[in-house]
């Protein structure tokens, strides 16, 4: 569903309202994400590609009950996992002003007041959500990350001796769990709406799982998202930062090693991500030349995790 049956649907959806602006949005290489404005209503569409059976409610619910716990995020309107409606499960949601590119927010001027301002708030928006006891979500689960990613590469069929070396030293060192809460699970740039005055939403709650909340903190210092920016965390803020905000707004005492083990984690995570939405256009399931695209980093996460097996630091 496409153009003008799309508009259509998305009137019939809003009580008739006028659909103008319709206009996908680039990004986004697992879902779609739309523009438009409802009776001048600014809004998005998220939605499940053609044939997709993941759906769309726990990432709703998930949304709700970050919203109640002051985490920011855009106001909900409605969702449903029903194809029938939009051609696919769907959340639309309001649409808030700001910029995701990573580029413009780490270099341009408009953000420069900002940028020494987000790693303090990542910080304190990730107390918020860890807070919330998990069990108030209905459906959230979790695994052991280790296991679901070697069981990923294992079905890859491919040979990447600096991952394996990846996983060796993350069991031999693997830190005991600090705690079991609901964890966001990809938040980083292009996940996060940043304005002149700082952070104002979180996105893509898609990969939300129960789990160690460690995860969030040592995803966001990953070095994929520095975007050759020096700061460690997103490019645009220290260590130090993340962890005053996180611990200043309730969050648990960070150990420093343990958030190490947990960013060491995500680089190799990442870099099998790639594996695997380079695979999904390969394969044919989602033709894509952005997944394609992705699957060249590869090699780059294999560089940076050989750099924190030998000095600790990517």
Same mark, same amino acid.
């Given at each position: 569903?496409? @153009?003008?049956?799309?508009?259509?649907?998305?009137?019939?959806?809003?009580?008739?309202?006028?659909?103008?602006?319709?206009?996908?949005?680039?990004?986004?290489?697992?879902?779609? &994400?739309?523009?438009?404005?409802?009776?001048?209503?600014?809004?998005?569409?998220? /939605?499940?590609?053609?044939?997709?059976?993941?759906?769309?409610?726990?990432?709703?619910?998930?949304?709700? &009950?970050?919203?109640?716990?002051?985490?920011?995020?855009?106001?909900? =309107? &409605?969702?449903?996992?029903?194809?029938?409606?939009?051609?696919?499960?769907?959340?639309?949601? @309001?649409?808030?002003?700001?910029? %995701?590119?990573?580029?413009?927010?780490?270099?341009?001027?408009?953000?420069?007041?900002? /940028?020494?301002?987000?790693?303090?708030?990542?910080?304190?928006?990730?107390?918020?959500?860890?807070?919330?006891?998990?069990?108030?979500?209905?459906? *959230?689960?979790?695994?052991?990350?280790?296991?679901?990613?070697?069981?990923?590469l294992d079905q890859s069929g491919e040979p990447h001796p600096?991952?394996?070396?990846?996983?060796?030293?993350?069991?031999? #060192? /693997?830190?005991?769990?600090?705690?079991?809460?609901?964890?966001?699970?990809?938040?980083?740039?292009? #996940?996060?709406?940043?304005?002149?005055?700082?952070?104002?939403?979180?996105?893509?709650?898609? *990969?939300?799982?129960?789990?160690?909340?460690?995860?969030?903190? @040592?995803? *966001?210092?990953?070095?994929?998202?520095?975007?050759?920016?020096?700061?460690?965390?997103?490019?645009?803020? %220290?260590?130090?930062?993340?962890?005053?905000?996180?611990?200043?707004?309730?969050?648990?005492?960070?150990?420093?090693? =343990?958030?190490?083990?947990?960013? %060491?984690?995500?680089?190799?995570?990442?870099?099998?991500?790639?594996?695997?939405?380079?695979?999904?256009? %390969?394969?044919?399931?989602?033709?894509?030349?952005?997944?394609?695209?992705?699957?060249?980093?590869?090699?780059? #996460?294999?560089?940076?995790?050989?750099?924190?097996?030998? &000095?600790?630091?990517?």
């Open positions: 569903m496409q @153009g003008d049956e799309l508009r259509e649907a998305l009137s019939r959806l809003l009580d008739g309202a006028t659909i103008e602006g319709l206009q996908r949005l680039s990004g986004g290489a697992s879902r779609e &994400t739309w523009s438009f404005d409802a009776d001048g209503d600014p809004l998005i569409l998220r /939605r499940d590609p053609p044939g997709s059976p993941k759906g769309m409610a726990l990432e709703f619910r998930l949304l709700s &009950t970050a919203a109640k716990a002051g985490v920011p995020v855009p106001p909900l =309107v &409605t969702a449903s996992d029903d194809p029938a409606v939009l051609g696919a499960a769907f959340i639309v949601m @309001g649409r808030i002003e700001g910029e %995701t590119i990573a580029r413009r927010i780490l270099r341009d001027d408009e953000f420069a007041e900002a /940028r020494p301002k987000l790693a303090g708030q990542c910080g304190e928006v990730l107390a918020k959500l860890h807070a919330v006891d998990p069990d108030e979500v209905e459906g *959230l689960e979790g695994d052991d990350p280790i296991e679901r990613y070697r069981e990923v600096a991952f394996e070396l990846g996983f060796k030293w993350l069991e031999a #060192n /693997r830190p005991d769990k600090t705690a079991d809460t609901i964890v966001h699970g990809d938040f980083r740039h292009g #996940n996060l709406i940043i304005g002149p005055d700082g952070l104002r939403a979180v996105l893509d709650w898609e *990969l939300g799982h129960r789990g160690d909340p460690m995860e969030d903190l @040592g995803w *966001l210092c990953a070095k994929a998202w520095r975007f050759g920016a020096a700061p460690p965390v997103g490019g645009f803020g %220290t260590y130090d930062q993340l962890i005053e905000g996180y611990e200043s707004a309730g969050g648990r005492p960070v150990d420093r090693e =343990v958030l190490r083990w947990w960013e %060491t984690l995500g680089v190799l995570k990442w870099g099998i991500m790639c594996i695997m939405q380079a695979m999904a256009h %390969t394969t044919g399931m989602v033709r894509s030349v952005e997944l394609a695209a992705i699957g060249r980093r590869v090699c780059e #996460n294999e560089w940076d995790l050989m750099n924190m097996l030998r &000095t600790g630091a990517a």
